[in-house]
């Protein structure tokens, strides 16, 4: 009779050490995970799509002024990131230059540019995620790379 009891406590005390880990895990400060990104961007109307990369990362398509986005998840263990990239790129017919990308470079710092074959400059913004206001950071990062997608554009008259 004693021996159901025993298994009850001894359950019960197995699910109040799994259940701060379990909660940790939903809720590590300074991590992010996909479907809590595209809640984000949902919610400031950037119609995103998320999806995986080839590593198995989430990633999220999104609209940008008019232009396709991305956000790429980076440092991920259990769906949890910490750091994040958002990347856009112009399709130029004549392309860019690399003079361009080096100007470009050396007057914004927080973005980078680079070239690929065709010479379409893509803009890329890293950034690791704070300990606390993980949501309020992030909205923070998207307006500065609008700012920064607002030079861009403004060079070509995109």
Request: proline letters at 6%.
């Amino acid at each position: 009779m004693h021996l159901p009891g025993k298994l009850l406590l001894a359950a019960l005390l197995a699910l109040a050490f799994a259940a701060p880990q379990a909660a940790f895990a939903q809720s590590s400060p300074g991590t992010i995970s996909g479907p809590e990104a595209l809640r984000i961007l949902r919610d400031l109307d950037l119609s995103p799509e998320l999806g995986r990369d080839s590593a198995g990362d989430p990633r999220i398509v999104f609209q940008m002024d008019g232009l396709h986005a991305r956000m790429n998840f980076f440092d991920c263990r259990q769906s949890r990131c910490r750091s994040l990239q958002l990347e856009t790129a112009l399709d130029l017919t004549p392309g860019s230059s690399f003079q361009f990308a080096n100007e470009y470079n050396r007057k914004y710092r927080y973005g980078r540019i680079y070239l690929d074959e065709e010479m379409d400059p893509y803009l890329q913004f890293d950034f690791e995620l704070p300990m606390a206001r993980v949501e309020e950071y992030i909205i923070s990062q998207l307006e500065t790379f609008e700012l920064l997608l607002g030079h861009l554009t403004s060079e070509f008259d995109f």
